[in-house]
């Protein structure tokens, strides 16, 4: 069974600062990887994506892929209080475009 | 900025009735799919669908669910006889350039059988 693996948290953090969400998934063939956000109530809507090993930037936002240890990251830099929400990390199983999503990191920012 | 859109957004429906749930993908994406969300639990893959066919299916998606795309802008979900599990949020996701990459969601139904 492909799984997709994050701490549920709750991660709360201050105002200004950066939070680091995590995410591990099972299967190596995965090709690509995506950090979606979603507010309470509302659909998953995409942060980053991530294909390569590394880093990749966007704004305040920063993305880590390591496929050697299969596990993916996501930093946001000067935490808002908006940015409270629960993060899905999500991987692609390439087959058919399925996309196996972890249970989802809740964030809590406080001013 | 396109968007995928939804309808309805909320339904409500006895156990066995069927329901049809309706999604308008990004006007040139060319692959979709649909999700579910059961309340509290991860989101689950349903089907995807690609060249009139569909590519992929989960074992959710037994033979009470079928997928259509009746005409260039519509695709729907058809659940054919509802169970009180069926209750999800169902989401509706296109994209343009193949199952690789990034997939769009649509705001979703909320589905309750009582």
């Known amino acids: 069974q492909k799984e997709v693996e994050q701490n549920s948290g709750p991660l709360s953090v201050p105002e200004g600062a950066i939070a680091s969400l995590n995410c591990t998934y099972s299967?190596?063939?995965?090709?690509?990887f995506f950090w979606y956000r979603q507010y309470s109530g509302k659909s998953p809507e995409l942060i980053m994506s991530?294909?390569?090993?590394g880093d990749k930037e966007d704004g305040r936002f920063t993305a880590q892929l390591n496929k050697a240890s299969q596990y993916v990251s996501l930093l946001i830099r000067d935490s808002q209080p908006s940015d409270s929400a629960t993060y899905l990390c999500?991987?692609?199983?390439?087959?058919?475009?399925?996309?196996?999503f972890g249970q989802g990191t809740e964030l809590s920012v406080k001013p | 900025e396109p968007e995928v859109t939804q309808t309805p957004s909320h339904q409500v429906t006895q156990m066995g009735q069927e329901v049809i749930l309706r999604c308008v993908p990004i006007?040139?994406?060319?692959?979709f799919y649909w999700y579910r969300q059961i309340l509290g639990q991860k989101v689950e893959f349903l089907v995807s669908?690609?060249?009139?066919?569909?590519?992929?299916k989960s074992e959710i998606f037994d033979d009470q669910f079928s997928v259509e795309r009746p005409d260039g802008s519509n695709f729907t979900l058809k659940i054919r006889s509802t169970k009180l599990e069926d209750s999800a949020m169902y989401f509706c996701?296109?994209?343009?350039?193949?199952?690789?990459?990034?997939?769009?969601f649509g705001p979703g139904t909320r589905l309750l059988v009582l």
């Open positions: 991530i294909y390569s090993n």
């Open positions: 996701a296109s994209n343009d350039q193949g199952f690789r990459e990034t997939q769009y």
């Open positions: 999500a991987v692609n199983s390439l087959q058919g475009g399925k996309l196996i």
């Open positions: 299967d190596r063939v995965s090709q690509s």
């Open positions: 006007s040139n994406h060319l692959y």
């Open positions: 669908f690609y060249n009139n066919e569909i590519s992929e």
